[in-house]
Structure formats: C-alpha cells, structure tokens
C-alpha cells in the first residue's frame, strides 16, 4: 500500500472545504438572482433580518470581513435601497449599518431560500445541523488558536 501522500490535492482540508463552498454558493445562485442579491450580500441582509441595526465593526466580527470588503458590498445594497449607512451620532467614529423597509420586506421573499437549499443538495435537515455543528466547533477551535 502507498503512503499517505500529505500533499496530495485530494487529501487536503482546505481544499475540500473551498469546493463544497463553491458548490453550494451555485447552488444559492438561482434563489439569490430572484432576490436580485450575490451570496456575499445575502449573508449581510441575514444579519440585519436578525438585528436590523448593528455597527460595521460587529457586522465585519460576525461574517468574519474586514471592512475593506464589506464596504464595497453594503454600498450596493444601499444604492438598491434595502439598507442605510449612517454615522453613530453619540460616537462618530462608529459607522451604524440600518435595515430600510424595502431590505426588510426582503425577508419574506427570502424566506423560502433554505427550504430550497436543504432540497437541492438532496439530505435532510438533521444531517445538515450536524455537519454544521462539526464545521462551528471547527472554527471555534481555529479562532481560539488564533487569538490565543
């Protein structure tokens, strides 16, 4: 029996990972178009359905984005109406990002999109909370190396 090559394409994590994410963002794309957002700005309006104001420094800590590529994103969901931009007024410096009512009746019309997603790669509810229990724990360990 051969080796266990260690730097064979096919036995490596990180890349693995790179192609299911690449997969299922396709797989996202269709549902997305409808909305008339990209995956990146789907993941935004995902925060703020939940929040519906939060400041770019806590938005860039959830989607783990700096706010070199976040900007660009939240400048054309502004231009597009469902979301507003605006100075803290009690601190400047803190930029707040704001759910218009446009961005939040966006959410029904989104609601359907995981429904779609769990259907289309064709597995169940119940293995997909586990698989992205075991990715969480993942990446809770790697941010805790990082940051320790």
Known sequence: MDAYDLLSLDNQLC????????????????????????????????????????????????????SGTLTPLLKRLEAAGLLERKRFSEDERVLLVTLTVKGAALRKEA???????????????????????KLDELLKRINEKEGG
């Open 111 to 133: 609601e359907n999109v995981p429904e779609n997603i769990i259907s289309a790669l064709g597995t169940d509810f119940k293995e997909l909370t586990e698989l992205k229990g």
């Open 15 to 66: 890349f693995s990972a790179y192609a299911v994410s690449r997969a299922i963002t396709k797989i996202y794309r269709p549902f997305l178009d409808e909305l008339g957002i990209t995956y990146p700005q789907y993941l935004v309006m995902l925060v703020l359905w939940e929040k519906n104001s939060i400041s770019l420094k806590e938005l860039g800590s959830r989607l783990f984005l700096d």
